[in-house]
């Protein structure tokens, strides 16, 4: 068995409300930094999974999204598998 390192990085669906974003958003163009567009706020989450291949800790992971890291209605995830 392998020990693997795992990224998730989950993020607001394009299109739905990011409060968090918004905030964001104005802080930064309140300190001068007119330049910055479009600003969407998510969470970076690192786990280390024990598995027989990366696509074993990969599909672990992926179910693990789908019932606690991320809100499918509402967030999308990308998982990152490294060793």
Known sequence: MTTYN???RV??????LDPQGKAVHGALHS???A???EVR???L??????ANSDAEA???VETMCQKLLANPVTE???ISVSQ
Request: proline share 3%; net charge negative; aromatic share 6%.
């Open 76 to 78: 999308d995830y990308d």
């Open 45 to 50: 989450i690192k786990l280390q999974v024990d």
């Open 31 to 33: 300190l001068e930094f």
């Open 41 to 43: 706020v998510g969470r």
């Open 11 to 16: 993020t607001p669906r394009v299109g739905l």
């Open 58 to 60: 990969r599909g672990r």
């Open 6 to 8: 795992v990224e998730v």
């Open 35 to 37: 330049e910055v567009g």
